[in-house]
C-alpha cells in the first residue's frame, strides 16, 4: 500500500516538482493549493505525511499545525524560502517535524521523509529509479531511456507506466493496480487502454515487440519488466 502524501504549495511549478518525484517514489500524491483545500483534503484523504509550505494565498501554511497536531501525530515537514531562525523554532515547537529551506535538493527531502516516517514507525526504502539490462536503460529521476546508447522518446503516459514497472522490476503488477494508479480508479476495469499502451512501449523498446525481453505478460493478471 502507496503512502499517502500531502502537498500544500501554491508555486505551480514546484507542486508539479514533488508530485512528479513524489509519485516516481511510489508515494501516493495529493496536492493542494491554499490552506482551505488543505483543510478540506486533511478531512476527507487521511495522508500520511504533510509537505507544508508557508506563503499561501489565504493564509500562512503554519495556521495548519496547531488542528493538525490535535487531531494527529502525521509528520509535518514545512518548506519555505524564509530563513528566520525565529520563525523556525516556532514552527518546529508548534509540532513540524522538520523544516526545509528553498531551494533544496530532491535527494534531501527524500531522506527527510524516511527519517519522518521512520521516527513514527514506517520504515520507507529508496524506491529503484534506475534499470538497466541488455542494452535498455531507464534513468526515472533524470527521465532518460535509451536502448543500445541511443535516446527514446516517450509520452508522459508511457514514462508513467514504465516508471510503475521500474519501480518494481522483476515483480508482477495487476492490470487493476496500473490502470488505477496511472488513470484513476474510474479505469480500473479498462484493459484496452494497458493493451495498446504496453503494445507502443513494445515497439519504442523491445528489438523484437513479438518477442518481448523486456516488457512481459503474465496472462490474466498484469506485467512485469524482466529483473535481468
Keep these: 500500500m502507496a503512502i499517502k502524501v500531502l502537498i500544500v504549495e501554491d508555486d505551480s511549478q514546484i507542486r508539479g516538482l514533488l508530485g512528479a518525484v513524489l509519485t516516481v517514489e511510489g508515494f501516493e500524491v495529493s496536492t493542494a493549493v491554499s490552506l482551505s483545500e488543505a483543510r478540506a ?21 503554519g495556521e495548519l499545525l496547531p488542528s ?36 533544496f535538493g530532491v535527494g534531501e527531502l527524500l531522506a527527510r521523509i524516511r527519517v519522518a516516517l521512520r521516527h513514527r514507525g514506517t520504515a520507507v526504502a529508496p524506491a529503484q529509479v534506475a534499470y538497466k539490462v541488455d542494452g535498455l536503460s531507464i534513468d526515472l529521476e533524470q527521465h532518460r531511456v535509451e536502448r543500445d546508447g541511443v535516446a527514446v522518446h516517450l509520452t508522459p503516459t508511457e514514462f508513467e507506466l514504465l516508471s510503475h514497472l521500474v519501480r518494481k ?9 496500473m490502470l488505477t494508479d496511472v488513470w484513476g480508479a474510474d479505469y480500473a476495469e479498462h484493459t484496452h487502454y494497458l493493451r495498446i499502451y504496453m503494445g507502443t512501449l513494445r ?22 519488466l524482466a529483473a535481468e
Design 68 to 103: 493538525l497536531r490535535a487531531a494527529s501525530a502525521i509528520p509535518v515537514l514545512v518548506v519555505s524560502a524564509r530563513h528566520d531562525e525565529a520563525q523556525k523554532i516556532a514552527l518546529l515547537d508548534a509540532g513540524a517535524d522538520d523544516y526545509l529551506v528553498k531551494p
Design 169 to 177: 522490476a522483476g515483480k508482477v503488477i495487476t492490470h487493476r493496480q
Design 203 to 224: 515497439a519504442k523498446l523491445e528489438k523484437d515487440p513479438a518477442e518481448p525481453r523486456y516488457l512481459l505478460t503474465e496472462p490474466g493478471i498484469g506485467y512485469r
Design 41 to 61: 483534503l486533511l478531512a476527507h484523504t487521511a495522508p500520511q505525511l504533510v509537505i507544508l509550505d508557508l506563503g499561501l494565498p489565504d493564509g500562512d501554511g
